[in-house]
């Protein structure tokens, strides 16, 4: 039971390139959620999804597009990568009333 | 919108003496509460989870938290600190409607032998 998995776990970007972090749990949660954790600020919701096809924007949406075609899978795309987009990504997932699982976090840099 | 308050940004507390992370939460709903643990260049580590019934919860590690429902506050404690347990330490509450869960800033533990 691999929980969550998320891909890479480091990576540096040139602004303005685009990428995709994925993210992929093998437990059929259907909630599925991405964060972002920055020094002082704990973190951060990003986007959310709610079962295969549903996605909703968290707190901090721009910059950041989010799909679930399937229950698995929650990659979170950068468009055009700016610094201020330099953190530690987090995927969770979860079922109703129960605590997120984690992934072991994507630290990225954007120079 | 839910929301968690931690006041404190660092705790400081000695080998042997009890620990406690303060935390209140707003929620609209029943809240569900958790508390999780980050160490360094980790991930976030599930401690402990309040959905219903006794408000002392009981969780990993030899920690435990209680639920105050009229100061809207989910406490963390251990009653005797190890070094060990110096690490970032994170509360947050999910909304029971949205099932969005969001957290505090988190607060530094520093165990001191």
Known sequence: NAGVTQTPKFQVLKTGQSMTLQCAQDMNHEYMSWYRQDPGMGLRLIHYSVGAGITDQGEVPNGYNVSRSTTEDFPLRLLSAAPSQTSVYFCASSRQKYGYTFGSGTRLTVV | ?113
Do not use: M
């Open chain 2, 1 to 113: 919108a839910q929301s968690v308050a931690q006041p404190e940004d660092q705790v400081n507390v000695a080998e042997g003496n009890p620990l406690t992370v303060k935390c209140t939460y707003s929620v609209s709903g029943n809240p569900y509460l958790f508390w999780y643990v980050q160490y360094p260049n980790r991930g976030l580590q599930f401690l402990l989870k309040y959905i219903t019934g006794d408000n002392l919860v009981k969780g990993s590690y030899g920690f435990e938290a209680e639920f105050n429902k009229s100061q809207t506050s989910f406490h963390l404690k251990k009653p005797s600190a190890l070094v060990s347990d110096s690490a970032l330490y994170f509360c947050a509450v999910r909304d029971y409607g949205n099932n969005r869960l969001a957290f505090g800033k988190g607060n530094q533990v520093v165990v001191i032998p």
